[in-house]
């Protein structure tokens, strides 16, 4: 450490000097705990000073002025030259109507909160993806629908986790936060809460489509027969499946909602981390908000979205540090992997994921609207 000046007040008085040196020890420990991050802790005055920056590319931000966000689930990536343009203007579209539908809200000064409501009604509408009408089966040839809803403005939530006959479980969870005393419903419970609050339920048959059912005739065959409980690994888009979305209104206060399908051949009863707060979705007006998707029982146990946000307010990270330190760095020691959506207050937004690919997108303040859906679009590990 550099000698410090020795100014005629300080030689007067010399009782601070001590003071004065563990003020500079303890920046330089904050400079030692923070790693290299990019040019969005600079736009964020109140985080800590960052070190140098890091690697290029690991832990920048993908864009700024971003009001909402989406993803269709994190798995492996799509190939630009295997992929037929009606597939890729499938996915694209889909993402789109999300991000037009939560556009929608924001433009008429609606909530954060009801923004990515409907942005993830879309997604769950869509039997493109693993939520709502694109659930894949359980083991039983069945389907248990988890989703959850969360305000950042002051942190309520609503969940619903093993519905069979919510045609779009958001809802439900959003009618949790805003007519019960509680946070999470489960199982016929939940169920019946939705369809006593005027959802008109659906019967199973409602769910099923072509494609899971021949998933889950492979995850079958993989698992020998026996009914074993594991998803189609094989295919990322359908071991993490889960759609979601984060938004930020025009009086600052951020949103985020999960919703997803589960695992394909998953175990009758099985939870993930979707409708769990602090695991697959989580939003403090203080520091962010985020949606997950991955290998839940990992995101659960890593406590993901809320590590996120504890990195931010503790360790004054910003918000493309923090998601990439949880995302690329901490979650695969737990042997999984996935992606996360994570905006701030300030409208930077990060899409960081482990796994081979990410279907996402986001709108900006001024409208410019961005799917990302291919490999090369959105890098793993970056």
Do not use: C
Request: glycine share 14%; aromatic share 4%.
């Amino acid at each position: 450490m550099a000698q410090l000046p020795r100014s005629k007040r300080a030689l007067r008085t010399g009782r601070r000097l001590v003071p004065a040196l563990a003020g500079v020890a303890t920046l330089a420990a904050v400079l030692v705990v923070v790693p290299g991050d990019d040019g969005a802790a600079r736009s964020r005055p109140h985080t800590a000073p960052a070190a140098a920056d890091g690697p290029a590319g690991r832990g920048r931000p993908d864009a700024h002025d971003v009001v909402l966000a989406v993803h269709g689930g994190a798995g492996s990536a799509l190939s630009r030259d295997d992929t037929p343009p009606e597939k890729e203007k499938a996915y694209r579209a889909g993402l789109t109507r999300a991000l037009r539908a939560g556009q929608r809200v924001l433009d008429a000064g609606g909530s954060s909160t009801k923004a990515v409501e409907k942005a993830v009604n879309e997604l769950e509408n869509d039997p493109l993806f693993n939520a709502g009408k694109g659930a894949v089966f359980t083991a039983d040839a069945g389907h248990e629908l988890d989703a959850s809803l969360m305000r950042g403005s002051d942190m309520a939530s609503g969940a619903v986790a093993g519905v069979k006959h919510v045609r779009n479980p958001i809802t439900a969870a959003r009618l949790v936060m805003d007519r019960t005393k509680h946070v999470l419903l489960a199982g016929q419970g939940a169920d019946d809460f939705a369809a006593a609050q005027g959802l008109k339920p659906v019967t199973q048959d409602y769910f099923w489509t072509q494609k899971r059912w021949d998933e889950l005739m492979k995850a079958k065959g993989k698992a020998g027969g026996k009914g074993k409980a594991k998803g189609a690994d094989s295919d990322g888009q359908v071991t993490k499946g889960t759609v979601g979305a984060v938004a930020l209104d025009g009086h600052k206060d951020l949103a985020a909602a999960t919703s997803t399908g589960g695992l394909t051949n998953k175990m009758a009863g099985r939870v993930g981390d979707s409708p769990l707060l602090g695991a697959g979705t989580y939003a403090k007006n203080r520091t962010m908000a985020a949606s997950a998707t991955g290998q839940g029982e990992v995101f659960i146990r890593g406590a993901a979205t809320a590590t996120i946000s504890d990195l931010m307010e503790f360790d004054g990270r910003d918000v493309a540090s923090a998601a990439y330190e949880v995302l690329v760095k901490r979650l695969p020691k737990l042997g999984g992997d996935g992606g996360v959506i994570a905006l701030d207050r300030s409208g930077t937004f990060d899409a960081p994921h482990s796994s081979e690919g990410m279907l996402h997108g986001y709108l900006t303040r001024d409208g410019k609207l961005v799917t990302k859906i291919f490999k090369e679009e959105s890098p793993p590990n970056r």
